[in-house]
């Protein structure tokens, strides 16, 4: 079965909808800090630019390469206190000149309304309970939250990465769960990963590796039409988008399977958005 | 072979000390905060009192079962503000009073000063990459270092625990030391767990089931002589403190195991001391 973007990101934007307007909060708008001439960054703003307004608010780009660090974090600051401000995302890559205050910069985002999940407090809150995720590992869930396949209590889920925003978060919410977890890297012996992949009822994958998730792995000890792969990330090579699954050949064969594209990365955006309901309205 | 605390202790103590006397901060102070008539509590903070004084420092017990919640608070700030302050704990667990109140008096410590790791904002930190890590989970690993087994770059380790205070901080940290991570609860299969005890390298318990890791589990799959068994917590029944590995029968088999009593546990007080250093004099 294949997993879908659609039908996630449309149950995610209208609750998201219907809780901004629940709380008298059209009129409030999302500040994206975009600090580079990065053309990848300016292409990512304006589709998190046309998502805010398909909600019916505002987002208000922050052009800022040539600044001063200091009215960058004047306006960073003015942000935080704004109430109408619902949330402050930083783009990065951050310019060139700007790297060395990438940390400072992200820090400074109230915890409250840093939809990203880049700053510390944020992540070390989410450590003792509060219910948040960044961006990326929360869109795989809100995958399987949809497709009711979230339960995921005392199953075994294998994380192939170790990445700051994927790989650990996603081992962590994971815990959080129940879930027997797996984490691996590129240092994992070969005999163990093809072990682990027939013991795993969830694979979450992020590494760029072009279909390191391929049928040759399956054998009968597989018990592959329970799995669920969730492909993570989204890559690029001559031939066009790809991800780590080679799902055209799984699809058929698992419980679910998600595609590059039109997987988890176009969900993304709208779990960036949705990240306003949880950081406003759920409980700290 | 048995990995025992008093060389690791007197290691730790005496980097402390040193880096405590280059700074000229042997007349600084640590701040207990002891907020309950709990016995075990009264023993503990005794302990770490007795353990201040060999340092050559002081150990500030700030007593306040009784005491407004205000008056507490404005006394952490005191001691987040005195630069004689050299680290500051609260004894857990609270009153039962103070108890809705715990999660705010932590976070109140400056995380420069919270030598327990209990604030959020130094949990975010250490995943952003500071170097720091609870006295538990970090004293097993001081253990390690001590006996040249700290590189788990591309080895597989088992955690077997998901408590917020030791599984998951202990999972994190290997991680970000490259390891292959598989993070254990009760709701893990048991013929998994056989498997992946016989695939681990390291295997670190910290559940309180009595000898839960026993002589049975292994066989020829196993690699005994080069497993490395660490055993967190310390429990107790009417036999005496007893740990999850039943050492007295794996001694001779195992490149190391750490015993209860005498391993992990005595080596915590001298690394929450230690982890002064950590906090003012490592890079942040």
Known sequence: MLLLWKPVVQRLMSETKQR?????????YVAIFLLSDDRASEVYVTLKSKYAKKLG?????????????????????QCNNDLACLGILIQLPLADRLQ???YRLLEMISPDKDIDGLTSRLFGQAWFGREFLGATPQAALHILDHYDMWDVLGKVCMVISQSNLIGKPLALELMKRGATVISTNSKTPAEMFQEWF?????????????HLI????????????NKVLMDIGRWSDEDGPHGDVDRQRFADKVRGVTP??????PVTVATLFH????????SK
């Open 20 to 28: 901004l307007k629940d709380h008298n909060k059209l009129d409030g």
């Open 57 to 77: 608010i505002y987002a208000d780009i922050k052009f800022g390469k040539d600044r001063d660090v200091d009215e960058i974090q004047e306006e960073l600051m």
């Open 100 to 102: 060395t205050e990438q």
């Open 198 to 210: 027939d013991r795993s009822e969830y694979i979450f994958a992020a590494t760029g590796v072009k």
């Open 214 to 225: 391929h049928p040759d792995l399956v054998n009968e000890n597989s018990n592959i039409k």
């Open 260 to 265: 590059v594209p039109g997987g988890v990365w």
């Open 275 to 282: 990240n306003i309901v949880k950081l406003h309205w759920f």
